[in-house]
C-alpha cells in the first residue's frame, strides 16, 4: 500500500475541499491514488472538488490580442499579485500576446520568437526575473481563427485594456453585419468567462471524463437503495444535466436565461443577416491548477494523518 503523507492528505484536502479525515480515508480506501480518492469523496458526498478544482492559486496576467479574424490569448505567471500591477510586467505581457498573434498560439513557437528587445521570448522573460526580482514563466499560449466572421475577446478583473485575471476568445464563424456580431460576440465571451464551459458540444467533452462522470453518479444513485432499472434512469437523467450545465451551446444564456447559449445565437441570425456558428472558444483563468502553499493547516494535516 501506498504511504500516505501528510502532505499527501494536505493535498487531497486542498483540492477536495473535504475535511482532513475524509481526505485521508479516501487516500487509504484508494491506495494513495489522487484523482481515484477525489472520485470517492464525491462519489460520498464529502467533496466540493467541482468547484475548487480549477481555484486560481498562482499569481500574473492572461492577455488577448486580436489581428485580422484571430485572436491569440496567454498566460504568464508570476509569484505574488505586486507584480500583475508593474508596468514593465503589463508592457511584457501585452508584447508578449501579441506575438503569439504571429506565432498562431503555438507555445515551442512563441518562446523562440524575438521580442523588441532583440531576445527570444523565454530569454527575455528570464531577464526580467533578474530586473524585476520576482520568479516568472510564460505558462500556456493559444490561439482561434476564422474565414468569415469576428473573433472577440473579454478580459475579467482587467488591470490594463486586454489585460486580466481570465481571458476569452470566441469565435463566430458568419457573413452577417460585423458589428451586430461582435456584440454578440462580446456577450457570449462574458459568459463563458462566468460559466467556464467545458466544451462547445456534446460531442467534445473527453470521453473519459463523461465515463468518469457517469461513474460517480452511478455511485450516488445507488446510496438511493433504488433497483438497477430505476438506477440507471435517475443517472441518464443527472448525465443530462451535467450536459446542460458544462456544455457552452446548452447552457442557459446569463444575458437571457429564458433561452440557451444556442437558441440565442440562432435568434440573433435575423438581426445579423446571416447564419452564425460559434466555432469555438478559448477560456484561461490565471493560475488555473496551479495550488499554493499553504501552511495554516499544516499541523492539524500531520495530526490526522499521523493519527
Request: avoid cysteine; proline fraction near 2%.
Amino acid at each position: 500500500m501506498a504511504a500516505i503523507t501528510a502532505q499527501l492528505v494536505k493535498e487531497l484536502r486542498d483540492k477536495s475541499g473535504a475535511g482532513m479525515m475524509d481526505s485521508k480515508a479516501a487516500l487509504i480506501e484508494n491506495d494513495g491514488d489522487m484523482d481515484a480518492a477525489i472520485d470517492w469523496l464525491r462519489a460520498k458526498g464529502l467533496s466540493k472538488a467541482a468547484k475548487k478544482a480549477g481555484r486560481v492559486a498562482a499569481e500574473g496576467l492572461v492577455g488577448v490580442a486580436l489581428g485580422d479574424k484571430a485572436g491569440a490569448v496567454v498566460e504568464v505567471n508570476s509569484e505574488t499579485d505586486f507584480v500583475a500591477r508593474n508596468e514593465k510586467f503589463q508592457q511584457m505581457v501585452d508584447e508578449v500576446v501579441k506575438l503569439a498573434l504571429d506565432a498562431k498560439g503555438d507555445f515551442d513557437a512563441l518562446t523562440k520568437t524575438q521580442m523588441s528587445s532583440g531576445k527570444p521570448v523565454s530569454e527575455h522573460i528570464t531577464e526580467m526575473v533578474g530586473t524585476i526580482g520576482e520568479n516568472m514563466s510564460l505558462r500556456r499560449s493559444a490561439s482561434i481563427s476564422v474565414s468569415d466572421g469576428v473573433v472577440v475577446s473579454y478580459t475579467h478583473n482587467s488591470v490594463a485594456p486586454n489585460l486580466g485575471k481570465i481571458g476569452v476568445l470566441v469565435a463566430l464563424e458568419s457573413t452577417g453585419d460585423e458589428a451586430k456580431l461582435k456584440e454578440l460576440g462580446r456577450q457570449v465571451a462574458m459568459h463563458v468567462a462566468a460559466t467556464n464551459p467545458l466544451a462547445l458540444n456534446e460531442n467534445e467533452i473527453d470521453a473519459a471524463t463523461v465515463e468518469r462522470e457517469r461513474a460517480i453518479l452511478i455511485e450516488q444513485a445507488k446510496e438511493s437503495g433504488k433497483p438497477d432499472n430505476v438506477i440507471e434512469q435517475i443517472v441518464d437523467g443527472r448525465l443530462l444535466k451535467f450536459f446542460k450545465e458544462s456544455v457552452l451551446l446548452k447552457q442557459q444564456f446569463v444575458v437571457d436565461p429564458d433561452n440557451t447559449v444556442e437558441k440565442a445565437v440562432k435568434a440573433a441570425e435575423d438581426g445579423v443577416g446571416g447564419a452564425i456558428t460559434i466555432k469555438g472558444f478559448i477560456r484561461f483563468e490565471l493560475g488555473e491548477g496551479i495550488e499554493k502553499e499553504e501552511s495554516d493547516f499544516a499541523a492539524e494535516v500531520a495530526a490526522a494523518a499521523g493519527g
